[in-house]
Nanobody, 125 residues
Framework: QVHLVESGGGLVQAGGSLRLSCAAS????????TGWFRQAPGKEREFVSS????????YYAESVKGRFTISRDNAKNTVFLQMNSLKSEDTAVYYC??????????????????WGQGTQVTVSS
């Protein structure tokens, strides 16, 4: 079992950057496919990005491709989401999740067994 803790959220102006971290306070994150999702007020939670356990393959939603970068440091049991060129529409609670999507790119919520509590990202225009 893995207990996930997100950090790094906050308030930033449009065009700015933030780096989110997802750390495993219990368990070994390095053996899991890991994803980031987000949920804006009044909207359903949506896929943002995912990364294989090895870190060799990454996947992105079209809305963030070219602006966000997912990476992991398995020695530190942590996955990162670097967010650049932020827009007001990126405002949401961001969640990390760990699981095994069995060969898919991990774009579905039910690909993941473990979820963090979320961190708020607010982009002011």
């Amino acid at each position: 079992q893995v207990h996930l803790v997100e950090s790094g959220g906050g308030l930033v102006q449009a065009g700015g950057s933030l780096r989110l971290s997802c750390a495993a306070s219990r368990g070994t994150l390095s053996t899991y496919f890991t994803g980031w999702f987000r949920q804006a007020p009044g909207k359903e939670r949506e896929f943002v990005s995912s990364i294989t356990a090895s870190g060799r393959s990454t996947y992105y939603a079209e809305s963030v491709k070219g602006r966000f970068t997912i990476s992991r440091d398995n020695a530190k049991n942590t996955v990162f989401l670097q967010m650049n060129s932020l827009k007001s529409e990126d405002t949401a609670v961001y969640y990390c999740a760990a699981g095994d999507p069995w060969g898919s790119s991990g774009r579905m919520e039910n690909d993941y067994a473990y979820w963090g509590q979320g961190t708020q990202v607010t982009v002011s225009s």
